[in-house]
């Protein structure tokens, strides 16, 4: 199994988040973290590779523990994450964002300059321009594409779609499904958009207060009325 989490409990020092929290996720498998906001979804991935403080539980990959508060190691074995605000460099061109996430690839499977440039031709024609230029939707673009230039074996994105436009949302989503399907890469996706989530996933995760109310199949629980009532603003 690539990714485990068994227990988990995490939050902000004093501050509980969130508890109770268990998923395994292999190789090619891909999970939506749904709920309304404010229901501790971001919490949860800051808690599962360092960044938030894990108050109890375990996390592991390929079977191995990893330490909490300390998300060094789950780079160092292939662990991506893309936060809310995108995390690009804005002074870099987009070249140089993709050039510089490249120095930190952790797997032979990353997409190379030509899957990138062909998963996000807007990208390409914008190459030399920098990256504080662009607009909010070709800079989630470029977030994404400078994850996938790491070669990850789990990619964790945190809002996709937040704020942008239709056609981009469409690039994005389309793009995450083309390669994992094809590098079998796991990945766990936030985002508010329910239908677009769970068109993206085949597993899906609901969150209320903090503890997981609901999982399973997308194709199961989107069909279900009592799931959807959870996630209703």
Not at 81 to 88: I, K, L, N, S
Not at 113 to 128: M, T
Request: a positive charge.
């Amino acid at each position: 199994m690539l990714f485990t989490a068994r227990d988990i409990a995490g939050g902000y020092g004093s501050i509980h988040i969130v508890k109770n929290i268990s998923f395994d996720l292999d190789a090619g498998e891909t999970l939506a973290v749904l709920g309304r906001n404010g229901m501790g979804k971001t919490t949860l991935l800051r808690t599962l590779i360092g960044l938030a403080d894990r108050f109890a539980g375990e996390v592991k990959i390929d079977g191995k523990p990893l330490p909490a508060r300390n998300p060094r190691p789950f780079a160092q074995l292939g662990v991506t994450f893309v936060p809310d605000d995108r995390g690009v460099f804005p002074r870099l061109t987009v070249a140089e964002n993709i050039r510089l996430a490249r120095l930190a690839r952790q797997s032979a499977y990353a997409p190379s300059e030509a899957d990138i440039d062909a998963l996000f031709p807007d990208l390409k024609r914008r190459a030399g321009q920098p990256a504080g230029t662009l607009s909010g939707g070709q800079q989630q673009q470029l977030a994404i594409a400078r994850a996938l230039a790491t070669g990850p074996r789990l990619l964790i994105v945190d809002e996709l779609s937040q704020g942008l436009q239709p056609s981009i949302v469409e690039a994005l989503a389309a793009a995450l499904i083309a390669v994992t399907r094809h590098n079998r890469l796991a990945l766990i996706l936030v985002d508010q958009n329910p239908k677009l989530a769970m068109r993206i996933c085949d597993k899906v995760m609901v969150m209320q207060r903090g503890e997981v109310v609901a999982a399973g199949p997308s194709a199961a629980l989107g069909a279900d009325e009592r799931f959807l009532d959870l996630l209703i603003v």
